[in-house]
């Protein structure tokens, strides 16, 4: 197998200070939490970035600001920019981060309900103009499903050439209006993807850590992070992203999944070469 990759988001676009105290707003909150859960094990950091009053944002000059100052402190260190954003941001306003020199960030892909009127909308259109801005700037997309249809709709896509290879998935689990996270469509999810294709497994909330033990032992990679989930058990807060991150590193002991860097990272998703001092 594969050593393991473990992404960490540290904060999402939904979650409060209010749901826990550690979610990051701040430019220095966003830079510490990052930097713990790189020190904790983290090779790839799943960015979304907020004001200093919690509103999630998706400015350009403020992803910049975050990435240029998380570099200073971990500068091997993956940072993959979300372009979800937050429910009811349009196609341009999601794609700003992508004007950045980056590696690698989110393509969502499909629509789903996210609770009470609230849709996220990623119709067949926007994927294909995501995918397509992303490989002609030579961004890797992670492409994130939420359920077996979207991932029918990527290999459709991929068939027609408007999504190329190498194809990496994360399969986000147990989103009200998604699939849930039971060991059944974890395993459903897996065999529907191309052996060739690697994939990350995204688990929220009570599905986290039993979904990241499945990833661990049938050789995927995992997500984790306060975006997914607050709590490092059952009534428990986390006391910041590190303490997830650290959990899965002791679950990977029990199955011997070494770690990945960074490096070992790039070389497993199949990376291009990167030049960090022109990150920006």
């Not at 970035?49 to 100052?69: F, H, L, N, W």
């Not at 002791?250 to 790039?266: C, D, H």
């Amino acid at each position: 197998m594969d050593n393991l990759i473990i992404t960490c988001a540290i904060s999402g676009a939904e979650v409060t200070k209010q749901d826990n105290p550690y979610v990051p707003y701040t430019i220095e909150e966003t830079v510490e939490q990052a930097y713990q859960a790189y020190l904790a094990g983290a090779s790839i950091i799943h960015l979304h970035v907020r004001e200093d009053d919690g509103t999630p944002t998706q400015s350009k000059s403020r992803y910049e600001a975050i990435i240029k100052r998380i570099r200073e402190k971990c500068n091997d260190v993956i940072i993959q920019p979300s372009t979800g954003g937050a429910v009811g941001m349009q196609r341009d306003e999601r794609l700003q981060p992508t004007e950045l020199n980056i590696e690698m960030a989110t393509l969502d892909c499909g629509t789903l309900n996210f609770g009470g009127d609230d849709i996220f909308v990623n119709t067949e259109n926007d994927i294909k103009h995501f995918a397509k801005v992303m490989h002609e700037k030579s961004i890797l997309p992670e492409l994130e499903c939420f359920e077996k249809g979207h991932i029918d709709l990527v290999l459709r896509l991929h068939k027609k050439g408007f999504i190329y290879d190498p194809m990496h998935f994360s399969f986000v689990l147990g989103v009200n209006g998604g699939m849930t996270g039971e060991a059944r469509d974890f395993h459903f999810l897996k065999e529907s993807i191309p052996k060739s294709c690697t994939y990350s497994v995204a688990g929220i909330g009570r599905f986290e850590f039993p979904l990241a033990e499945l990833a661990i032992q049938n050789g995927g990679h995992v997500r984790v992070g306060l975006e997914d989930n607050l709590y490092i058990e059952k009534g428990v807060l986390a006391k910041g992203n590190q303490e997830l991150v650290k959990k899965v590193c002791e679950i990977a002991k029990k199955y011997n999944r070494e770690i990945a860097t960074p490096s070992e990272a790039r070389q497993i998703l199949k990376l291009k070469e990167f030049n960090h001092e022109n990150i920006l």
